[in-house]
Each structure stands twice: as C-alpha cells, then as structure tokens.
C-alpha cells in the first residue's frame, strides 16, 4: 500500500470534519447542552483514532512524536467542538480526546498495518458522522 | 530511575492541591458542573499516574495496585457535590488506569505490540519523555479546571 494514499485520506477526513465544524457553527444556538456534550466528546474520539491508526502505519519508527502529536491533535479537536457550545462542554471533549489519542497508536501498532482493519475505521466513522449531522438537524 | 517517583510525587500533589480548591467551593455548584469535574479530573490523573506507577513495578502488581487507587480517587472526586456523580468518577477512573497502565507496559517492553525491536536501546529515554509530557497534560488541565471557576 503507497504511504501517499493514507496521507490524503487523513487529509480527507479532516476536510470532512471541518466542513462539519462550520455547518454546526451556523445553527449552534438551537443545539442544547446534552447533544453538545456528545458531539464535542463523539468527534474528539474519533478523529484521535484516525490519526493515530494512520500515523502508526506511516511511521512505525516514531511511536513517541506519533502518540504526542495525536494526543495534541485530538485535544484540540475535542476542545474546539466543545468550545461552540459551553465551557464545560469543552472540558469534556478534552478529557475524551486525551484518553483516545493516548490509546490510538497502540491499537495502529497490534494491527501490524492491516488494510481492512483501517477500510473498518473509516466506516465507523462515516457512519458516525451521518448519525451526527441527523441527530443536529432534527433538534 | 529514581526520578519516576519524582514525577509521581509532583502529580500527586497538583491532585491533591486542586481537590483543595474544589473543596473550598463546592457550595457553589451545580450537578452538571459536579459531574464534569469527577469525569475530566479523575481520567486523566488516573491515566497519568498509573503510567508512572507502571515503570517502577512488575506489571500485574502495578494493574492491581493503581485500579483500586484510581476507583477511591474518581470516587473522592465524585463526591464533591451530590453522590450521584460518584458513578461517573469511578467508571473514568478505572477506565483511564486500564488505559495508562497499557501504555506504560508497552513504553516498558514495546515487543508486545510489534513495534520493531530497534526501540529496546531507547526504553529510559522514552520513560523521561513520557513522564515529562504526562506532567505537563496534568498541569494543563488543572489549570483548564481553575480556570473553569471564574467563569
């Protein structure tokens, strides 16, 4: 499998996340607190696995700076979702977002590189993200 | 390695000065705002401190040893408001203690998830790293915590 291939597809879910980010920023106000706290902790956790799982593949090498910048990175997810709503909605996808992104490489390092392994990950999280933008259109 | 008990000493003690302060205010809040501080605290000092705990000992003892310390932990920060955060603080506690002593036997003897074997000669190097980054993510979100009282 080409190391480019998964780069692009970790750039892809990225894109597609932050085009979720900004179709939430417009109808914040009518989201209460209890989806908040969900959606904050749900895209946290899943862009942690993601990067982590990818990062592992390409760089089995580095399994230091790989559990550190995905650590930072779904941090930073989570506390940026949650900042649309509250802060103590952010606090929860911080905390979320530090477990998963300390975990995710383990699972992409047991996996040993696996594709249909990864082929699942992106299922879950298309599946999620579908279930994410019903769950905000219908409040 | 006598420097892991010195991390595990400065963790332990950002914990207890922050139950402190949360101590001091509890009259003032909500159920909600109980039950964010018992999920966000307890995880991620568990997670912290059962990684160091886990460099210094075999790993059975260490699992056994930091899963109870973290149950009484996330229950201690539960407790604070109502008792009925005390579920909350005790699942993320001994889920962030399962988590942190994984990756603390896998820094230990990274060939049980079939990292590549050069990591061997790097095993103390990693640990300091480790140790440094788990200190400074406690300190962060202490911080984030205080400063989730003034507003």
Known sequence: MGTQLLGYLLLGNVLILSLIYIYIFKIRKLIGFQLGMSISSVSGGLIGIITGVILIYQFPLKFVTVTIITTLMSMFVGAIFGALFDYQTLLVGYGNGVMTGIMAPMIGAAAKGSLPFLLFLEGVFLFTLILLIISAKRT | ?151
């Open chain 2, 1 to 151: 390695m006598y420097w892991i008990w010195f991390f595990i000493f400065l963790n332990c003690l950002v914990a207890l000065i922050t139950y402190r302060i949360l101590f001091r205010k509890r009259r003032l809040f909500s159920e909600r705002y109980g039950m964010i501080i018992a999920m966000t605290c307890s995880g991620v000092i568990s997670l912290i401190i059962s990684m160091l705990v886990q460099f210094t000992m075999e790993v059975q003892i260490a699992t056994f040893l930091t899963v109870i310390c973290c149950v009484i932990v996330g229950a201690f920060f539960g407790a604070l408001v109502t008792f009925q955060s005390i579920l909350a603080g005790v699942l993320n506690g001994i889920v962030g203690s399962l988590m942190g002593n994984m990756l603390g036997a896998v820094v230990k003897d990274p060939t049980i998830c079939s990292l590549p074997v050069s990591y061997l000669n790097t095993v103390e190097e990693n640990m300091l790293i480790f140790g440094v980054f788990g200190t400074l993510l406690t300190c962060i979100t202490m911080s984030l915590v205080y400063f989730s009282l003034k507003v």
